[in-house]
T-cell receptor, first 112, second 113 residues
Framework: EAQVTQNPRYLITVTGKKLTVTCSQN?????MSWYRQDPGLGLRQIYY???????DKGDVPEGYKVSRKEKRNFPLILESPSPNQTSLYFC???????????FGPGTRLLVL | AQSVTQLDSQVPVFEEAPVELRCNYS??????LFWYVQYPNQGLQLLLK??????LVKGINGFEAEFNKSQTSFHLRKPSVHISDTAEYFC???????????FGAGTTVTVRA
């Protein structure tokens, strides 16, 4: 089944404790992206990647890192999480940046 | 940079009534336009998209949208809604020469019997 998977689905952590949210797709898509969703703000793009080793900032990259060492994986790294990063995070992939994006189920993060 | 404004944050509607969700964008260059739907506790899925060609775009579940370049709008319509259309709807835009995707704040549609 074609899908985008994210892990973990739910995470509670404390300020400053490094964490990684994994994202994997099995559709051989070149484009992958991370978004955060906050009430009243819609989805805001954090980072995106056009292909392996090619990443670029979205609208809200501060406090996040990404890497794209393999085509199927695009982990999101929070080196020192803060409470304002409490949010619902979505990973998405597509054949190219202009095509339909397929979204993962979301990761709900709470930073205390 | 592009931006998207969804003019209604909440739209209550009765079952079998028509619905229109308004979306305006700002960009000085050509854009691609999308509507996504998010059902409760789920991820987003594509309803329809405009890349080029006919300005009237038909999508899944009976939805359609019209691209109006002069008014920089991409309003979503459905002639008769069902209870199952209760969801949050997002308009999104990307530039044709870029791959950043900007979403609107979303419109919550609540369909009542």
């Amino acid at each position: 089944e074609a899908q985008v998977t994210q892990n973990p689905r739910y995470l509670i952590t404390v300020t400053g404790k490094k964490l990684t949210v994994t994202c994997s797709q099995n559709m051989n898509h070149e484009y992958m992206s991370w978004y955060r969703q906050d009430p009243g703000l819609g989805l805001r793009q954090i980072y995106y990647s056009m292909n392996v080793e090619v990443t670029d900032k979205g609208d809200v990259p501060e406090g996040y890192k990404v890497s794209r060492k393999e085509k199927r994986n695009f982990p999101l790294i929070l080196e020192s999480p803060s409470p304002n990063q409490t949010s619902l995070y979505f990973c998405a992939s597509s054949v190219s940046g202009t095509e339909t994006q397929y979204f993962g189920p979301g990761t709900r993060l709470l930073v205390l | 940079a592009q931006s998207v404004t969804q003019l209604d944050s909440q739209v209550p509607v009765f079952e079998e009534a028509p619905v229109e969700l308004r979306c305006n964008y700002s960009s000085s260059v050509s854009v691609y336009l999308f509507w996504y739907v998010q059902y409760p506790n789920q991820g987003l899925q594509l309803l329809l998209k405009y890349l080029s060609g006919s300005t009237l775009v038909k999508g899944i579940n009976g939805f359609e949208a019209e691209f109006n370049k002069s008014q920089t709008s991409f309003h979503l319509r459905k002639p008769s809604v069902h209870i199952s259309d209760t969801a949050e709807y997002f308009c999104a835009v990307s530039l044709t020469n870029d791959y950043k995707l900007s979403f609107g704040a979303g419109t919550t549609v609540t369909v009542r019997a």
